[in-house]
């Protein structure tokens, strides 16, 4: 029997502090922080977000959405893992 891939789903968000950071909350690794390299005081780069999510083998499957000022993070993203 061939080994079958698992695809998960998850939200993918963009908070700043010092800098633009991407986090995801992996059901299997936990919680996982990512640096776009963006900042301080620049404006969100979703291309940035992108690219360091692609080379920690994400793969954003949606358009990043600017979220409402109430919700947890200003921006977001569907990605995949493929396990």
């Given at each position: 029997m061939p080994n079958e891939n698992t695809v998960v789903?998850?939200?993918?968000?963009?908070?700043?502090?010092?800098d633009w950071h991407v986090y995801?909350?992996?059901?299997?690794?936990?919680?996982?922080g990512y640096c776009t390299g963006v900042g301080?005081?620049?404006p969100f780069d979703s291309g940035a977000a992108t690219?360091?999510?692609q080379k920690n083998g994400w793969r954003v499957t949606g358009?990043?959405?600017q979220t409402?000022?109430?919700?947890?993070?200003?921006?977001?993203?569907?990605?995949?893992?493929?396990?």
């Amino acid at each position: 029997m061939p080994n079958e891939n698992t695809v998960v789903e998850l939200t993918a968000r963009a908070e700043y502090d010092t800098d633009w950071h991407v986090y995801i909350d992996d059901p299997d690794r936990g919680p996982l922080g990512y640096c776009t390299g963006v900042g301080p005081d620049e404006p969100f780069d979703s291309g940035a977000a992108t690219r360091v999510l692609q080379k920690n083998g994400w793969r954003v499957t949606g358009p990043w959405t600017q979220t409402p000022p109430s919700a947890p993070a200003p921006y977001t993203a569907t990605v995949t893992l493929d396990r």
